[in-house]
């Protein structure tokens, strides 16, 4: 079977049963024992709850991912998951035993355990794990580190989720995938590393060409304290993934799909099972053309919002973000709409555009709109 084949048949290879947004650790857990994966546990939480690692394939090229670093964060392990069932699969007996037989698949599903369980970015702490590489106080950052430090890994993969707010520059296209090839300092040098991984974001791009229209490059901005900076900057070539916004795709099911290719691409390259072979100056040219990443959506724009102090009427135009919150009976996310920005947005582009011009803003104190609070079309009245 090609390569092609196997990403066109993304739903026959899908995990069942994880679309919920919200993945504890016992879900997690579940999985890998209903799978019979391959794992141990390589650490501990700061709550003590164990860090998973899962092992696929014996071949030389090692690569080491993890997601849920920002607990929140779980796109990607929904993914990676789809990515092991697919790897494990009788019906592509031919083609992962091809993979497999390459590469050595080393994967922590869920970096920040407490995090993931309260579905909180940062760790129990309260620590964005993602900053604590120079201090490492974290546990968690720890563990990563004594991984990575463990052998030598051809390739590391940093899977994140980003906001909806972001989109494709000078477009209104939602960023659903966004990718980088982090930089190892301010310079944003060209080192070997960071070559390597342009090369294998240059492959995903262009084995993704179907969706690019909502895949972008990630700020290349050099963080001191970033995980993906740090370890480029010591020479181990690492890929950042941002799983973000579809539209009308908050569980995001359509974004789970984009990135399981992109992450399978980038597998088969690492494995160099791809016979196109992509000089570094024509992997630099496609690295450039990927459009950079904007933040100018938002989830709900109400517009030609009317306010009133009693005397005089005013107009302006309130931004919407849903603020995702975890529900503990139902162990679901909520989607609550939260005021983001009230004034002039014609800068902005909303996924759901409210005209409410013949209405006033209402709410249970002084009437006027507040960052923060919540908003629904109650809150508007006829004048």
Same mark, same amino acid.
């Given at each position: ?10 739903? %026959? ?88 037989? %390459? ?12 995090? $993931? ?17 120079? %201090? ?25 989720? %980003? ?17 980088? $090839? ?77 990135? $399981? ?123």
């Amino acid at each position: 079977m090609k390569f092609t084949d196997i990403l066109s048949n993304y739903n %026959q290879w899908r995990e069942h049963g994880l679309k919920n947004r919200y993945i504890s650790t016992k879900t997690v857990e579940n999985k890998i024992k209903e799978k019979v994966y391959n794992y141990k546990v390589i650490g501990k939480s700061f709550l003590e709850k164990p860090i998973y690692k899962l092992t696929l394939g014996n071949g030389k090229h090692k690569v080491l991912l993890w997601s849920q670093m920002h607990g929140n964060e779980s796109t990607a392990t929904r993914s990676m998951f789809d990515i092991f069932n697919l790897l494990t699969s009788s019906d592509y007996k031919a083609f992962y035993d091809l993979l497999l037989n %390459q590469i050595t698949i080393e994967y922590i599903p869920q970096l920040n355990p407490d995090g $993931a369980d309260l579905y909180t970015r940062r760790n129990a702490m309260d620590i964005d794990i993602n900053r604590d590489f120079i %201090q490492e106080t974290s546990s968690e950052i720890k563990t990563l580190k004594n991984e990575v430090n463990s052998k030598v890994y051809k390739c590391l993969f940093n899977l994140h989720d %980003q906001r909806t707010i972001f989109n494709i520059q000078n477009t209104k296209n939602p960023s659903t995938l966004s990718l980088l $090839a982090p930089v190892p300092n301010k310079e944003k040098e060209l080192t070997e590393s960071r070559k390597y991984s342009i090369k294998i974001v240059s492959y995903i791009y262009r084995n993704l060409q179907m969706y690019t229209n909502n895949i972008a490059k990630f700020s290349d901005e050099f963080y001191p304290l970033a995980t993906g900076d740090n370890f480029q900057k010591h020479g181990t070539p690492i890929l950042l993934f941002e799983c973000g916004h579809s539209e009308d795709d908050y569980l995001r099911e359509n974004t789970r799909k984009i990135t $399981a290719l992109g992450i399978l691409s980038a597998l088969f390259k690492v494995a160099e099972l791809d016979d196109k072979k992509i000089n570094s100056e024509n992997c630099l040219d496609i690295y450039n053309s990927i459009p950079n990443n904007d933040n100018k959506a938002l989830d709900i724009i109400y517009k030609d919002v009317c306010v009133s102090n009693g005397t005089e009427n005013f107009y302006t135009d309130i931004g919407v973000l849903y603020s995702e919150e975890l529900n503990t009976k139902e162990n679901k996310i909520d989607f609550i709409p939260r005021i983001q920005e009230i004034g002039d947005l014609s800068n902005y582009f909303g996924y759901d555009i409210r005209h409410v011009e013949n209405r006033v803003f209402k709410n249970n104190s002084n009437n006027v709109p507040k960052i923060g609070e919540i908003i629904t079309m109650d809150n508007f009245v006829e004048k």
